[in-house]
Structure formats: C-alpha cells, structure tokens
C-alpha cells in the first residue's frame, strides 16, 4: 500500500502534469511538493509525488555501501 | 530503472550481508520488526532472510493497511456500496478483503458499482463524470496515503463537486507502536495470545513481546519525519532506522541497527527523507483530518491511532453522508490474523494458513492484501522456507 516509484517529471501544469520511467508516463499531481520542475526525480504514490528524491544522497548511500 | 537498479545490486548487497554476519554479536539474537508490508513483501522476493545469521530474526508488523482494517470497515462499505446510486471506488486490494459476512468482491459480482482506482483523483474523476451518481472512495491507508486523499478532498470543495465523500478508515503508524512496544500481546482491545497459543513466535513465554529494534517505515517516515518515532529509542530503548525498500536499502539499516551504539532513530532512505517530513503532506492531512480512536483489525482499538475527516468537511465525509446501518460484527475465530500483526506468531503457527486459507479463498485479511504477512509467507516460503 505503501509502495512509492522514483519517476522524471516530464511535465508540469501548476499542480498537475507528468511522469516518467521506463517508457511508461503517468499523470501525477504535484500539490505535495514545492516548485516542482522538469527533468526532477520524484517518489510516485497512488497519483501524487509526496517527495522528491535527491540524487547526491543517492549517490553519498551508494558510495558508503562501496566502501565498506 | 533510475534510483531502482543501483540498489539491486547483487555484489554490494553481498557485500553489507557479510559486514552484518562481521558486525552482529554471535552470542545475542535481534529481533527487529519489520513495520511496514512494503518491507515485508521486499524482504520475501529478494530472499533477504537467507543472507542473515541466525541470530537475527526480522519479524513482520501491522504495516499493511487493508491487513489491519477491521470488519466494521468493510461491512460499512459493503452496505454503502449497496444504496441505490452509488459508485464505491477503491484499491484493488480491498475487494478481496473479507468483512463479516461478504466482501466487496462479492456484492460486485451481484449487483453493487464498485470500480477499482489507481488514486483518491481518478475517484474524484469518476464523481465528474457521473454527476447524477454518489462517489465514495475508500479512504485507508496510513500517513503516506492520508495526504492524498486529503488533498482529493480540498480539490473537491474547491471545484464544488458535491457528489464525492469519503469513507475514512485512515490510521497512523507511531500510536500502533507505542501500543505494541508498551502493552506487548495485550495491545489495543483485541485478543489476547492464549498460553496453548504459543509455540514459535517472536512473543517470550510470558507473552510479553521481544523486539529488539523496528525497520521503520521509509514512505510513512517521507510524510511525517523523524521525531514522531523519539518515544520508542528515548522511553522504550529500542534501536529504529528508517529504511528504503530496495534489497541493499534494507540489508544496510539491518547493519545501521546491529552498529548503534545506543538506541537512537537513523535515517538510512536519506535520498528521501527529510528529518521533519514533508510539510505539505502534513498540512493537508492536518487540515482536512483530526486525529481519532481507531479499530485494528485483530489488535483492537487503539487511542489517537486513527484519523477522520474534521466537521469543516464534514460534507465530503461518507459516513455521516449515508449513515451505513450494518448487523452485529463477527471475526473469524479460525484466523491468526491479530497474532500476526502484532509480530507475536508467524502465518506457520496458523492452523489455517495454507490449509483453508489461501490467496485464492482467504478467511483473513493478511491472506488478501499482496503486502499481507500470510500472503508474502505462501508465495515466498510455503514449500521453501523452514519456521525460524
């Protein structure tokens, strides 16, 4: 139920517009977050982006996990 | 796919597996609770429990929304569901869900409207199209789907579509917690575990529950932040970390637990939470929702663990819309469903489980819902995995 996808904002119309991935593209509402913008990755749950995903965490975890 | 894949990785997940076996302390056992169904279905489809010692047991939750809610719920919508009218839209998974003397599935294949729907807005979507028609939507779901369907319900007072309301089973996470960490089997109003009930479980022999630490929720924790869950480390000493749902996520905060030094709250899932949430998503759901007693499927009734939409919007509200009359409750007394959630048994201790109770004729809920306890252990582990 839980269950959230990271999707590319591809779209954006005031609080609706796009996602992206995989060659799939949905429609998502974007009232939950702040200033969305294209080319962003957000976290995808049930029609809405409840938070953006932010690569350079991403990649810090990633580089953690390398170096153990 | 991006965010996915890097954390799939077969050779780093390898590698944490073997800093876990390094680091946990081979003359103690953790127990840590897996909150969230998410997890619990991750855990199972990429055979993490195989990677661990012994010595470390993950023990699954009452994370799984359709899981927890009760029959009282879905006898409500099945009688909304059947007023002349009136469409029910919904999540998949509630169709299957068995409430105390049919389940939606059923009046659907009779003669009740209910459609199946991706969001709160294709529900509102529905309303738009049909507007000589009543639209309710089931509104369940912990913290991480509550701002949605607030969010459904602002847009439908803004855009003055009169014919949406929602019937909210919404609950909240921390409360259940502290619920189970405080009063252990007798949490909430629900049974309590028998002593001939008891045999492999995460419960002690007193009853009282033994875990250790909690896998914290990621998309609960993405809405709400860190400091609801202080109580559990401060007051109850246990160990949390906030995990993603990837297979290296989880394999990393099972390390993150076994290296506190202390019991504190950490975040692993930081390329998505944020130490105070998301203040939009808490805004809305403050705005249209107030915080309320709430029934648990199998555990009871537990204070503050629920929420239900405020009087200012009290006309989007199903249930003072239709007023459902609904017979007496009754729980099936051959399901092990409250024992399940509250992490006490697992689905092997069930008599029912795979013998009566399957996917395909489930007799409780954990059986229904693809993020389900039950239903992870029979498409997961009923032939291969050993009881541990």
Redesign the interface.
């Given at each position: 139920?839980?269950?959230?996808?990271?999707m590319?904002i591809v779209e954006v119309n005031g609080d609706e517009g796009f996602v992206g991935?995989?060659g799939l593209k949905r429609k998502a509402?974007f009232?939950?977050?702040?200033d969305p913008k294209i080319g962003e990755?957000v976290?995808l749950?049930?029609?809405?982006a409840?938070?953006r995903?932010?690569?350079k965490?991403?990649l810090?975890?990633?580089k953690?996990?390398?170096d153990? | 796919m991006k965010y996915v894949d890097e954390f799939r990785n077969r050779r780093l997940i390898d590698k944490v597996a073997g800093e876990i076996r390094r680091a946990a302390d081979p003359k103690r056992t953790y127990n840590i609770m897996e909150v969230c169904g998410t997890h619990t279905m991750s855990i199972f489809r990429f055979g993490l429990r195989s990677l661990l010692p012994e010595n470390i047991r993950l023990i699954s939750g009452p994370g799984c929304p359709v899981c927890v809610t009760p029959n009282e719920y879905i006898d409500k919508a099945i009688a909304i569901a059947n007023m002349k009218n009136v469409i029910v839209a919904t999540f998949g998974d509630m169709l299957k869900v068995p409430g105390s003397y049919s389940s939606l599935e059923k009046e659907k294949a009779k003669t009740a409207d209910i459609r199946i729907v991706y969001s709160s807005l294709d529900a509102l979507d529905l309303a738009k199209k049909h507007p000589n028609k009543e639209v309710v939507f089931l509104g369940i779901g912990f913290e991480t789907t509550a701002p949605t369907v607030a969010q459904s319900v602002i847009i439908a007072g803004k855009s003055a579509v009169e014919n949406y309301s929602v019937l909210c089973g919404h609950k909240t996470m921390p409360e259940v917690m502290e619920a189970l960490v405080k009063d252990g089997p007798s949490a909430g109003s629900g049974p309590v575990l028998s002593k001939a009930a008891h045999g492999m479980s995460a419960a002690s022999k007193d009853g009282s529950i033994k875990v250790d630490a909690f896998l914290l929720p990621g998309h609960v924790s993405a809405i709400i932040g860190l400091k609801p869950y202080g109580f559990l480390s401060k007051i109850y000493k246990k160990r949390c970390v906030v995990s993603g749902f990837e297979p290296l996520d989880i394999m990393q905060a099972i390390l993150m637990i076994i290296r506190q030094a202390r019991p504190e709250v950490e975040i692993q899932y930081k390329r998505i939470i944020e130490k105070n949430g998301n203040p939009l998503a808490k805004k809305s759901i403050k705005n249209v929702f107030e915080k309320c007693p709430s029934v648990w499927r199998g555990i009871g009734c537990v204070k503050n663990s629920g929420l239900k939409i405020r009087k200012s919007y009290g006309a989007f509200d199903a249930e003072l819309r239709f007023k459902p009359r609904i017979k007496k409750t009754r729980d099936n007394t051959r399901c092990f469903c409250g024992y399940i959630l509250k992490g006490l048994k697992t689905p092997y201790d069930c008599p029912s489980f795979a013998r009566g109770c399957t996917p395909e004729n489930p007799i409780g809920a954990c059986m229904v819902s693809s993020e389900g306890t039950c239903a992870a252990y029979y498409k997961y582990g009923k032939d291969t995995l050993k009881p541990r």
């Open positions: 139920m839980c269950l959230a996808v990271p590319k991935s995989s509402n009232s939950l977050i702040k990755y976290l749950h049930a029609g809405f409840i938070e995903v932010k690569e965490e991403a810090k975890t990633l953690i996990l390398r153990i | -």
